[in-house]
Each structure stands twice: as structure tokens, then as C-alpha cells.
T-cell receptor, first 113, second 114 residues
């Protein structure tokens, strides 16, 4: 079945450091790929998405590129802020009428001043 | 921006009691979902709902669970005879019809079974 594997956390970075959270997927066909973010005490928010190979999703300084050849969708940010502290979930959904989402286990990011 | 709203935000219930979690999906969306996140674990798919019927359900979604769209705006998850292991955050979500459309999640209902 479909699955998403993302790097284990927690990840602790100093403010302004570079961030990479690795994500790889296994799926048949051509899934859409997502990063969701969950801030402390809040729900899931869509951070960015890419729906086909070589697409780059970006939002709030975060980027991720859909790499079909390596089945990856790594999340990157050049300079993190304390406010970026959250849990980040990589996810995929299959094309079709409805969009069942398969999530990775989540990576907790803590940014310290 | 339109959003999915859920009530209650937090509910404590005794084991064996029935619980109904409510959701108002985004108004022009046609697909509705419930997901569950047990504390510290991954978000798990429970069920999807389209055209007034279940389109897919996971193995977690057994006879204890049911979903309903009682009117044109609400979407509910009922848990009969709750168990301790049902304690989790329950997320409602909705999406438009079409390939590659984003699923929008609510802020979740935190259920604690004691």
C-alpha cells in the first residue's frame, strides 16, 4: 500500500539556521504530495503542495520539490524562525474523485533563539 | 478564507458512553473525511464520505463508528460505547471534486475517554 517515510525528530535548530526535513514516498500512479504543519495546540494546516513531477511547492519561505526519480519531497527553509516550531507532516494523496491522504509520522521542529 | 469548523474542541466522556463529534465542511466541497491522531502518533484515515454514503473506510472504522450528514451543512462522527483507546484528536476534513484538490482540515476535536 501507499506509505510516507519522513525523518525522525525532534529536530532542534538555532534561529536563522537552514532546515531540511527528508520525506520519501511509496505509491502507485502519480500521487499529489503535501506538507502539513501542526502548531502546538492547533489543527493541521496545509503548508504547501505539488501535484506532479518537478513541481515546486512553496509557502512562508518553505519549499519542496516533487522528485519522481527519487520518490522524494524534502522540505527546506533557508532561515528558520522561532515561530516555525511545530510538527511537520509529509503526506500524499492519490488522484481520483476523493483524496484519501496518507501521512508520515511527523517531524517535530524546535527552533531556539 | 473558508474553513472547516469542528465542535466540540475538547470532550471528556466516560467509557461506554456515546459521543458525537460535529463538523461543518467548507460549503462547496463534496467530499468529507474523518481522521484520527492518537497522542504522539501519526494521523490515520478513518473514513471518506461522498454523495451521502461512505466511499472508503479503514480497518479502524468498525461497527463502533458511524458517520452521517444529517442536513446540508453538518457532517458527524458517532462513536458508540467509547473505549479508552478511542482517546485521540479527531480531525474532520473536506475537499472539492477533482484530481489533485487539497483536503482542508479542521482544528480537531480532542476526545478523552476516562
Amino acid at each position: 500500500g501507499d506509505s510516507v517515510t519522513q525523518m525522525e525528530g525532534p529536530v532542534t535548530l538555532s534561529e536563522e539556521a537552514c532546515l531540511t526535513i527528508n520525506c520519501t514516498y511509496t505509491a502507485t500512479g502519480y500521487p499529489s504530495l503535501f506538507w502539513y504543519v501542526q502548531y502546538p495546540g492547533e489543527g493541521l494546516q496545509l503548508l504547501l503542495k505539488a501535484t506532479k513531477a518537478d513541481d515546486k511547492g512553496s509557502n512562508k519561505g518553505f519549499e519542496a520539490t516533487y522528485r519522481k526519480e527519487t520518490t522524494s519531497f524534502h522540505l527546506e527553509k533557508g532561515s528558520v524562525q522561532v515561530s516555525d516550531s511545530a510538527v511537520y507532516f509529509c503526506a500524499l494523496s492519490k488522484s481520483g474523485g476523493y483524496q484519501k491522504v496518507t501521512f508520515g509520522t511527523g517531524t517535530k521542529l524546535q527552533v531556539i533563539p | 478564507e473558508p474553513e472547516v469548523t469542528q465542535t466540540p474542541s475538547h470532550q471528556v466522556t466516560q467509557m461506554g458512553q456515546e459521543v458525537i463529534l460535529r463538523c461543518v465542511p467548507i460549503s462547496n466541497h463534496l467530499y468529507f473525511y474523518w481522521y484520527r491522531q492518537i497522542l504522539g502518533q501519526k494521523v490515520e484515515f478513518l473514513v471518506s464520505f461522498y454523495n451521502n454514503e461512505i466511499s472508503e473506510k479503514s480497518e479502524i472504522f468498525d461497527d463502533q463508528f458511524s458517520v452521517e450528514r444529517p442536513d446540508g451543512s453538518n457532517f458527524t462522527l458517532k462513536i458508540r460505547s467509547t473505549k479508552l483507546e478511542d482517546s485521540a484528536m479527531y480531525f474532520c476534513a473536506s475537499s472539492e471534486e477533482g484530481i489533485g484538490n487539497t483536503i482542508y482540515f479542521g482544528e480537531g476535536s480532542w476526545l478523552t475517554v476516562v
